[in-house]
């Protein structure tokens, strides 16, 4: 298995909870809570693959853990290039729906400005929300959780993810 950093900031538990299913999916992964963990950029260029979680608040922003993280990634520019990123993060499509699971398009911008490769683009297809700026070319930037609303899908949902980014990263 490639070596794999699940990195996640979590408000409420939600994308706490699918990051530890992610961990119990990709064997040998480590997880590392934004809050708690999370040192720099250069603890995630250890890893060849990132799964990275964010929820959205506000207004279609990443997680608070997740700010002064981005800040200093975006001021710093480290070489991402050769990475290999998927995103997950949850939302509430129905309360915050004119901004489901948004923060993940501000991961996918800056990861894309330096230079990684995305896997893990997920269907829009089952989810009720507005507006996405997740959505990229018809599908979400990556797996969209709306345990709010759908939690009896999230597990499955976080099952055929999981065995979608291992196939694309050829790990299966
Ligand atoms: C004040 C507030 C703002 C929110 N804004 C958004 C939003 O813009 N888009 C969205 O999809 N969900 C939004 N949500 C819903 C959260 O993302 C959702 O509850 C999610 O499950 C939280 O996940 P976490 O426990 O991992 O932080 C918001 C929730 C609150 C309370």
């Known amino acids: 298995m490639a070596n794999i950093g ?16 992610l961990e ?25 693959v990132l799964l990275l979680g964010s929820s959205t608040w506000g ?7 997740w700010v002064d ?11 991402f290039s050769g990475k290999k990123i998927a995103l997950f993060g949850a939302g509430d ?5 004119e901004e489901f699971v948004s923060a993940l398009a501000k991961l996918h911008e800056l990861f894309d400005t330096l230079g990684a490769d995305f896997v ?3 269907p829009t297809e089952g989810y009720k929300y507005e507006f996405s700026a997740a959505e990229k070319e018809g599908k979400f ?12 899908l999230t ?15 050829g790990l299966v």
């Open 6 to 21: 699940i990195f996640y900031g979590s408000s409420s538990g939600i994308t706490r909870k699918v990051a530890e299913q």
């Open 24 to 48: 119990e999916l990709f064997e040998g992964s480590e997880v590392i809570d934004m809050e708690e963990d999370y040192e720099d950029a250069d603890q995630m260029l250890e890893f060849d």
């Open 59 to 65: 207004q279609g922003d990443p997680q608070r853990d």
């Open 69 to 79: 993280a981005l800040y200093d990634i975006e001021n710093e520019e480290p070489d």
């Open 93 to 97: 499509g129905e309360s915050h729906g």
């Open 120 to 122: 893990g683009f997920w």
């Open 141 to 152: 930037c990556g797996l969209a959780i709306d345990d709010i609303n759908q939690e009896d």
């Open 155 to 169: 597990q499955s949902r976080v099952e055929s993810w999981a065995g979608q980014v291992k196939s694309e990263l």
